[in-house]
């Protein structure tokens, strides 16, 4: 019982100095929800991938996308969109070893039709060949994002609550699509919810090692 509350205590620890953390004013960390079923696993999935949302410097946003699946579960985030916004543009794609994306446009997000608003893709980041250039569990992609003129940091994640409300002026909307999600090697898609979640998780795959910068001019 010690032992576990001393763990505990580290957590805590641990998520107040990455919250509180000098290099980013502020930080928060969402959760995804399946918006497909094509995957009998896919509902119970969503809460295990995570975004985080931190402020590098004055005029820019880093979105921080995790995947923190664990056995039983299996799957790999191919791409990620992004609907409206105070973003400008992607500036740079950050990769670990073995994370390969390249910046892909207004691709339209599988399954966003489906949503009231629909989904209607700004911004897309995706896996470059091989699927298993992907984000695998335990591994993360930041894209780091310019904001418009006369845009801050808070806009951003105003806007990203106003995004759980639908598709208003100024809203920001997440997703993902997951595929190679086993039995059967299924793809589906999954939204950014308003509850954050996974704080944990999401902390112990904080490692830089083997970084790569991709900056778009």
Sequence with gaps: MESRKFRVSLYAFLFLSFVLAPGDSRADLFTFA????NSSQSGSMGP????????PADGQALFTFRNNLVAPYTGTILTAFL???ALLGISQLIEPSGVDF??????SFPGGGTLAPQFDTSFSAKKEGAA?????PGEYLGILFDLQSGKTFSDVTDAIQLGFLGDGPGSL???IQVGRIQPG?????????????AVILGLLGLGVAGLKLRKFV
Excluded: K, W
């Design 173 to 175: 909307r997440v997703g």
């Design 132 to 136: 298993s250039n992907g984000i695998d």
């Design 34 to 37: 399946a918006i497909s079923n």
């Design 102 to 107: 390249y910046e892909s446009g207004a691709q």
């Design 185 to 197: 090697d299924q793809s589906d898609s999954f939204l950014l919810t308003p509850v954050p979640g």
């Design 83 to 85: 609907d409206d916004g």
């Design 48 to 55: 295990l991938f995570s975004l985080e949302v931190t402020q």
